[in-house]
């Protein structure tokens, strides 16, 4: 059975960076398709950033909202069976608990309900 563990979150001040890890066990990661979500008090779960599989089945593309491009990046270490969320310039509306979250469907959308995985979240918090 696929378990996420999400590691990586914590207090930030704006313009700072963080990294958000994934660890997976049960499952091999590269075979899935991987997303990052947030949800911020009183919003909806969103996704900020999604990478198809990297078994041959897809090419490894990569999707990000509007509100992180050029600022969030997300990649693979399959030898450690983990996918990051590199977080730069982080601004106070990046504030949410970030999850990870799997599918074993071809990339799609980078939206929760396509999604069947899910880790417990990790709390980001950016303020001065």
């Known amino acids: 059975q696929l378990q996420l563990v999400e590691s990586g979150g914590g207090l930030v001040q704006p313009g700072g960076s963080l990294r958000l890890s994934c660890a997976a066990s049960?499952?091999?990661?590269?075979?899935?398709?991987i997303g990052w979500f947030r949800q911020a008090p009183g919003k909806e779960r969103e996704g900020v950033s999604c990478?198809?599989?990297?078994?041959?089945?897809?090419?490894?593309?990569?999707y990000y909202a509007d509100s992180v491009k050029g600022r969030f990046t997300i990649s693979r270490d399959n030898a450690k069976n983990t996918v990051y969320l590199q977080m730069n310039s982080l601004k106070p509306e990046d504030t949410a608990v970030y999850y990870c979250?799997?599918?074993?469907?071809?990339?799609?959308?980078?939206?929760?309900?396509?999604?069947?995985?899910w880790g417990q979240g990790t709390q980001v918090t950016v303020s001065s």
């Open positions: 049960g499952f091999t990661l590269d075979y899935l398709t």
């Open positions: 979250a799997a599918t074993g469907r071809l990339f799609r959308r980078c939206v929760a309900p396509d999604y069947d995985s």
């Open positions: 990478i198809s599989s990297s078994d041959g089945s897809s090419d490894g593309s990569t």
